[in-house]
């Protein structure tokens, strides 16, 4: 028996317009589990109608900053009296593993109260104004109608990093999840009505990208679009923007370096290497697919990972001995499947797996065995490109500037990781490296006090953090005469 959700339009669950509805898969059995709607144009204009509502007419658009807040933390409450439930339907639908998730999904509250608690905060300020008689001051209002569109490796922790800053500025969401994991997102509606957000603050639109995503980017009353997702889609995502001048942030991909060096403590540089690239079947954006490690150590430091990698579980991600789950969708899988033939091909020489995983318990999942190549040159395709998956490529470095050089020589900059012992090395590395994270002595940490994006092609914007909010707000400049005077020449300027 399939489940069948429904859209979310202004504070109900409904069908979509289409009465038209599309599988999503479980990726461990390989079946189908749910119904999803397939929504159309006439969805997103409803949901984006109901949204400027709220913005414009609704209580959300009275009532105050603090009111505001407190609806937020009774949210991050709801969610983390339900994070078992709502990390068990990330699980059945994306296929990474419960013990990630469940420990995502307790954590996740933290954003509702960091945001609620900032949202009577958003302080404008008193101009000391250059000119005689005027009183000048700023203040920030929301920039209007959110779009959130979110990709399927998080969807849940993305809802909070993009709508968590969004509400406390006062904006409204239409969100358009991964139509690979939608049924989360459509669950967690039902704890934003519980939590008491009025009618309209929250939409959820379900569906294709080139159907329903880029419907909701061009629609005249999206103020902005707030993005995580392939570099292909964010370029599509921004130029359709720009031809209405809305706001954007990308959060897009990486090909981050974790950078080893000789005297780092090889045990924790370890643990670092395999949860920089394993931990989520490397479906991160932030995976440490490029390990670039000195030389003078490298064939030990390769025989620590590969002695790991030996130990790790395949299997089912509901599991708590689980290490590794399988690869979400299909397309993923056929990518990551491709992209270890072209290493090959291009003469990387791989010294662990390689393949579709095959044995007990992984005949109908989508497997992929982890995967290590070594003697990699930084040029090649599988240094350079993305492949979201459990595919490692070691590369050895000599010197310091070198791993810069490297470490820097791809069109992305999300995150990096670094392992030295000595203080003033790792300082230098950090300020060399072009990344929007930079992470030493460790991997794969994120907070909501902590700015999270990338530079160069990796994206635009950050996410988390107290600026975050300014992603959502626009400043407004407000002058007012104290003059009494006569009124000057009209036809020169002030
Ligand atoms: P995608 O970027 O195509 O999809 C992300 C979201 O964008 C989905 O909700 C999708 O429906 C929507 N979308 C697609 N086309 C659109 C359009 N023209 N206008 C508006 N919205 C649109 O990513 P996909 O196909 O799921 O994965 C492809 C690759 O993207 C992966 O192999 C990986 O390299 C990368 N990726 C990066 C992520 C990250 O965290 N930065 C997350 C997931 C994927
Ligand atoms: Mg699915």
Redesign the pocket.
């Given at each position: 028996m399939t489940q069948t959700f429904q859209i979310f339009i202004d504070g109900a669950y409904c069908d979509a317009a289409t009465g038209q509805w599309f599988d999503t898969l479980d990726p461990y059995t390989g079946e189908t589990w749910a119904q999803i709607p397939r929504c159309g144009a006439e969805d997103v204009d409803r949901a984006v109608a109901a949204a400027r509502r709220a913005m414009t007419t609704g209580p959300w658009a009275t009532m105050t900053a603090t009111q505001r807040g407190k609806i937020m933390h009774r949210l991050g409450d709801l969610v983390a009296e339900h994070a078992d439930r709502l990390a068990a339907l990330e699980v059945r639908d994306n296929g990474k593993l419960l013990a990630e998730m469940a420990g995502q999904l307790k954590y996740h509250p933290e954003w509702w109260y960091y945001y609620g608690g900032l949202a009577d905060k958003i302080e404008g300020s008193v101009v000391p104004i250059d000119k005689p008689d005027l009183f000048t001051y700023t203040t920030h209002e929301p920039v209007g109608v959110v779009a959130a569109?979110?990709?399927?490796?998080s969807p849940l922790l993305f809802i909070a990093w993009k709508c968590a800053p969004a509400l406390a500025a006062g904006c409204s969401v239409v969100i358009?999840?991964?139509?690979?994991t939608s049924a989360s997102t459509l669950a967690f509606m039902e704890l934003t009505k519980q939590a008491g957000f009025p009618d309209g603050v929250w939409n959820v639109v379900t569906g294709?990208?080139?159907e329903?995503?880029?419907e909701?980017?061009a629609h005249k009353d999206v103020a902005k679009i707030t993005?995580?997702?392939?570099d292909?889609?964010?370029r599509?995502?921004y130029e359709?923007a720009a031809r209405g001048l809305k706001r954007v942030s990308l959060?897009?991909?990486?090909k981050s370096p974790n950078i080893v060096f000789a005297d780092a403590d090889l045990d924790a540089a370890v643990a670092g290497a395999v949860s920089g690239i394993f931990a989520a079947t490397g479906?991160?954006?932030i995976a440490g697919s490029r390990l670039l490690v000195q030389n003078s150590i490298k064939d030990a430091f390769t025989e620590k990972m590969l002695a790991v990698a030996r130990d790790a579980r395949m299997g089912d991600p509901m599991q708590p001995d689980t290490h590794i789950g399988p690869v979400t969708?299909q397309?993923?899988f056929q990518?990551i499947l491709s992209y270890i033939d072209i290493a090959k091909s291009e003469g990387a020489r791989c010294i662990f797996g390689g393949n579709r995983a095959q044995g007990p318990g992984l005949e109908n999942g989508l497997f992929v065995e982890p995967t290590i190549f070594t003697d990699v040159s930084n040029s090649m395709r599988i240094a350079q490109e993305?492949?979201?998956g459990p595919v490692l490529s070691i590369i050895g470095f000599d010197e310091e500037e070198d791993a810069v050089q490297l470490g820097n020589d791809v069109i992305y900059g999300l995150a990096a990781g670094v392992w030295t012992k000595d203080i003033a090395r790792a300082m230098r590395m950090s300020k060399a490296l072009k990344a929007g994270i930079v992470w030493v002595n460790t991997y794969r940490v994120i907070s909501y006090m902590m700015p999270f994006g990338g530079v160069k092609q990796s994206g635009i914007g950050r996410e988390s953090g107290i600026r975050a909010i300014e992603e959502f707000l626009e400043t407004k400049a407000v002058w007012i005469s104290t003059s009494d005077a006569p009124p000057a020449n009209p036809f020169i300027q002030r």
């Open positions: 569109i979110t990709a399927w490796n358009k999840p991964s139509e690979f294709f990208g080139p329903v995503g880029a909701l980017v993005f995580t997702g392939s292909t889609t964010g599509k995502i359709a959060e897009l991909g990486g479906q991160t954006c969708t397309p993923q990518k993305e492949v979201f």
